[in-house]
């Protein structure tokens, strides 16, 4: 847990989130500001900065976090039409939580090139 970390709080029952899913190893919830009719936020329960400070010990839970995803996005029906799968990282990324997490968003058309 790092203690300044919203997502960390989160995990750790402090803040309330809309959970969605939840394992010994990840947590998806509900996005508090939706892009999309369907915005998940899927994230590691071990605080990860982002996807540039991955090391090659994290494939495991980096395959598990998107292994979720997809099986969570075809459970909230998405999969038939489409979505998109999302990490955003650092400044120009958009990146605004420094808790590694991907995005699931779902249910309208997406506009690319993205903003
Ligand atoms: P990013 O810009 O990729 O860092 O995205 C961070 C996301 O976290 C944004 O889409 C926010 O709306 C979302 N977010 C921030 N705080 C919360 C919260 N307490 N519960 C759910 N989602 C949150
Ligand atoms: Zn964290």
Redesign the pocket.
């Known amino acids: 847990?790092?203690t300044d970390?919203?997502?960390?709080?989160i995990?750790a029952g402090e803040i309330p989130a809309s959970k969605v899913y939840d394992d010994d190893r990840v947590l998806a919830f509900n996005d508090i500001n939706p892009q999309a009719p369907t915005h998940v936020l899927v994230?590691p329960k071990r605080?990860?900065?982002s996807l540039a400070t991955v090391n090659p010990e994290d494939g495991d839970l980096l395959g598990h976090l998107l292994t979720t995803a997809s099986r969570l996005a075809t459970d909230l029906g998405l999969a038939e039409r489409g979505y998109r799968v999302v990490f955003n990282i650092g400044e120009d990324g958009g990146m605004a939580v420094?808790?590694l997490h991907a995005h699931i968003l779902g249910g309208r058309r997406m506009a690319w090139p993205p903003g």
Request: hydrophobic share 45%; with cysteine; net charge neutral.
């Open positions: 847990m790092t970390c919203i997502f960390c709080k995990i994230i605080h990860i900065e420094y808790h």
